[in-house]
Nanobody, 116 residues
Framework: EVQLVESGGGLVQPGGSLRLSCAASGFTFSNYGMAWFRQAPGKEREFVAAINWIGGSTYHIDSVKGRFTISRDNAKNTLYLQMNSLKADDTAVYYC?????????WGQGTQVTVSS
């Protein structure tokens, strides 16, 4: 059974940091590209960042570039999202996804709330 389990979300003040993790199982993690998406209340799901199968290539949307960093550890079957300088606009449920071409597998999400 394929599973993607996110963790690390929570409540943080503006300017703070969080590190999200996504533990993968049930498929060959190192064969898949991975990504983070987010969905804020009342908004559509938004792509945030992606990383290729070996971790040598990453992409971040402009609004998080320089603040967020996607990474992966294939030995641990885990995807990460380091989030620094968090803003209120980053408040959302964050999802990890796995795919080859399209994103076939999704986690259940972890809530990130940025508020003072």
């Amino acid at each position: 059974e394929v599973q993607l389990v996110e963790s690390g979300g929570g409540l943080v003040q503006p300017g703070g940091s969080l590190r999200l993790s996504c533990a993968a199982s049930g498929f060959t993690f190192s064969n898949y590209g991975m990504a983070w998406f987010r969905q804020a209340p009342g908004k559509e799901r938004e792509f945030v960042a992606a990383i290729n199968w070996i971790g040598g290539s990453t992409y971040h949307i402009d609004s998080v570039k320089g603040r967020f960093t996607i990474s992966r550890d294939n030995a641990k079957n885990t995807l990460y999202l380091q989030m620094n300088s968090l803003k209120a606009d980053d408040t959302a449920v964050y999802y990890c996804a796995a795919g080859r071409g399209s994103y076939d597998y999704w986690g259940q999400g972890t809530q990130v709330t940025v508020s003072s």
